[in-house]
């Protein structure tokens, strides 16, 4: 697959416009891991490759379990992930289908025992740029495979 269009080099006030909303999420005091998986798991929801490589391969370099990479699709059915996770999972499937079920109650209020206000912006807004770099990265066909653990860079 050949990329169309470097996003980065093209646009390079909107990338750094983008890439300040993630250095704010990455200091925002949600756990880390936990930005990780429902940046993975939104990415499988939407089908970037590039996406799914990027946050695979940070999970791993945090200590996550492979069995919790591989069954996180089924996240459902699985018991190794905790109530808070559970939560946020459900949050970011609702986000990211938003067109399906437009975010229900019940969605919600189970978000709301695991998080507070803030907690839940914050999640909302991890949730809104993960959806944006998938779209960004699936519309210019980054090649996965070319992220490197502990760049910056997400879409050169």
Known sequence: MEQRFNFYEA???AYKALS??????NQCGLEKKLLHLIKLRASQINGCAFCLDMHSKDLRASGEEE???????AWHECPWYTDRERAALAWTE???????????????EEVRKQFNEKEISNL???IAM????????IAA???PGTYKIGTKDHAR
Do not use: F, K, M
């Open 141 to 143: 066909r980054v090649p």
């Open 11 to 13: 646009a390079p006030d």
């Open 67 to 73: 069995q919790r990479l591989y069954t996180l699709d």
């Open 94 to 108: 609702s986000l990211t289908l938003v067109s399906e079920d437009h975010v229900p109650d019940a969605v919600y």
């Open 20 to 25: 300040g909303v993630e250095a704010y999420l």
């Open 130 to 137: 993960i959806n944006v770099w998938n779209r960004l990265c």
């Open 124 to 126: 909302s807004a991890a």
